[in-house]
Every structure is written in structure tokens, then in C-alpha cells.
């Protein structure tokens, strides 16, 4: 029997979830102005135009999606709660650093690249928020329907001494139909893909793994990664603490004590940069650690 090295090491790719499971094609652009038109999943949550993923980003992970939001066990967020209800500064500061980042997906395709077929882009929060504002919008509304949808501008631009680009989002003045020819438009709603395909969710045992590797190799003050849009500042620890402090403690969760221990005097040393915080500014009264992590995890 012939070997293909070439398929060997595709699988072993995926088996350790350095690769995607699937064909999808991702459209990270580069800095241009785009012309796209958004699709419509086959999956999405009831009434929501766009899927969600949260990902961890530790060490020279690419990103580890989070157990936590499909309803499994996750020994990170486990930590993360751990760290907070110390109430020890050093570890709160650990801790913010492992609080998971959002990634919103949408199948599109790009004017001008048809031949390329469906691909998926992803985005941060900023860009998240301005495509659903053109849904409430009554200029637009349903900017996917096939028949009666909007093309977008995406214009991407990257501002010297900036890591992460900027990205910004325009809705076309006019609807449009999606192509003129009912058989394409059929072809492409049919090869929209499934998001879970995308990324391989990792198992309790792997995570603690990549967890207790990084919490001991001494590199704990930068866990954020970029795919393609720019990423928000981190939220201010003072501001996190307040609404930390508001919540009632949570169970006490087993993890690797001595090397969080460590990994927190390591991260503190570093002086991290504390943002102002506006004591103007009224909270609202936060009832479980979970709104607390919603209300702090900014992306754009």
C-alpha cells in the first residue's frame, strides 16, 4: 500500500488540534477596501444572525475554545474563579489574564472572489456590534436575505506602530439580490459550512495539560492573539475587582495551587498597566461571577 506523508500529517494535525476538521476556508483581509455580502447560517441560535465562540489564548496556543460555553468541564474556568475568590491581588491579576476571548463568525463571500466560494470571517466585538446594528437599522434590516439583502464595504487598515489592524464596517445604500443566477445562490447557501467544524474542542485532561505548562514555564503576561481585526484594551483591574467583590464566593475548585501560586507572584512583579477608572461611573449590582466575566471581557 502507497503511504501519502501529506495525509499523514494533515491527521496528525488535526488529532492535535492544530488544524481545522474541515475544509473551511477562513478570509483574514488585509488592509483594502472589500466589497462582501454576508450569509446566513444553517445553525445559528434561535433568532441570532452570527455565531459565537469564546477561546482561551495561553501560551503559543492559537486559541482553546472554552468547555465552559458547550456545558463541559473546564479546569481554566475553574481556575479563573478560584484566583478571584482568593481575593488575593497577585492572583486576580492571573486571573484576568485567563479570561476567554469572543469571536463572532459569519459565512461570506467576497466580491470580485467569487471562485473562492463561501469562506468565514471572523471578528471582534466593535466590528460584532455594528453588523448587528444594521438589523435594528430601518434603512437595512435583514442584511443576509438572498433576494433582499445588503452588500458590505469592509475597509482594513493598519496604523503605524498599531499591532492589530482596524477595521471598518459600511452597509451599501441599496438592497441587492445575492446573484442573479438562482442556481448559484443555491450552490452557496448549500456550502455554508458548520462552524463546529471548524475547531476541535479539547478534552478536560489536554487542557489541564496546557494549563499547568504555561502557569509553569514563567511567560504568563501576554495570552491574547489576533485574527485578523484588532482586539479591545483589557478591562480595568480596579474596575474588575468592584464587580468581583460584589459576588458571593463560589465553591472552592481543585486545581494546581502551587503553580498558580507562582505563576500570580510572577505575573504581579511585572507591574501590569492599570487603566484609570471613572468612579463617576455607577455599576450595576452584579449577582453571579458569570455577568461579572461578561460585563469585563472586551473585544472589538
Keep these: 500500500m502507497a503511504i501519502d506523508l501529506d495525509a499523514i500529517r494533515k491527521r496528525m494535525a488535526e488529532l492535535s488540534g492544530?488544524?481545522?476538521t474541515s475544509s473551511v476556508q477562513l478570509w483574514k483581509p488585509g488592509p483594502g477596501e472589500y466589497k462582501v455580502r454576508c450569509l446566513p447560517w444553517k445553525n445559528s441560535a434561535e433568532g441570532q444572525p452570527f455565531q459565537e465562540r469564546w477561546f482561551y489564548y495561553i501560551g503559543t496556543n492559537s486559541g482553546v475554545l472554552t468547555p465552559k460555553q458547550f456545558g463541559k468541564p473546564d479546569?481554566?474556568?475553574d481556575l479563573i474563579r478560584k484566583l478571584f475568590n482568593s481575593g488575593k491581588p497577585d492572583e486576580r491579576v492571573l486571573?484576568?489574564?485567563?479570561?476567554?476571548?469572543?469571536?463572532?463568525?459569519?459565512p461570506v463571500i467576497v466580491r470580485g472572489q467569487e471562485d473562492k466560494g463561501v469562506m468565514v470571517w471572523s471578528f471582534g466585538k466593535l466590528v460584532y456590534q455594528r453588523l448587528l446594528g444594521f438589523f435594528v437599522d430601518e434603512d437595512y434590516g435583514d442584511i443576509l436575505d438572498p433576494k433582499d439583502g445588503f452588500d458590505l464595504k469592509v475597509t482594513v487598515s493598519q496604523q503605524p506602530g498599531k499591532q492589530f489592524q482596524d477595521t471598518v464596517v459600511d452597509c451599501k445604500g441599496r438592497s441587492s439580490i445575492l446573484h442573479a443566477d438562482p442556481k448559484v445562490i443555491e450552490t452557496w447557501l448549500n456550502a455554508v459550512p458548520n462552524i463546529d467544524d471548524m475547531y476541535r474542542l479539547k478534552g478536560k485532561e489536554e487542557i489541564e495539560q496546557i494549563l499547568n505548562t504555561w502557569l509553569n514555564s514563567g511567560t504568563t503576561d501576554d495570552t491574547s492573539r489576533d485574527e485578523g481585526t484588532s482586539r479591545g484594551a483589557a478591562a480595568p483591574l480596579d474596575a474588575l475587582d468592584a464587580l468581583v467583590n460584589e459576588v458571593t464566593k463560589m465553591p472552592t475548585l481543585v486545581v494546581d495551587e502551587s503553580s498558580a501560586q507562582s505563576a500570580a507572584k510572577k505575573s504581579v512583579a511585572k507591574k501590569p498597566k492599570v487603566d484609570d477608572v471613572d468612579d463617576a461611573t455607577p455599576v450595576t449590582k452584579k449577582q453571579t461571577l458569570d455577568e461579572a466575566f461578561a460585563d469585563l471581557t472586551n473585544d472589538d
Excluded: F, G, V
Excluded at 486571573?95 to 459569519?106: C, F, I, N, V
Design 18 to 20: 492544530n488544524k481545522r
Design 75 to 77: 479546569p481554566i474556568d
Design 95 to 106: 486571573a484576568k489574564k485567563l479570561l476567554p476571548k469572543m469571536r463572532a463568525y459569519t
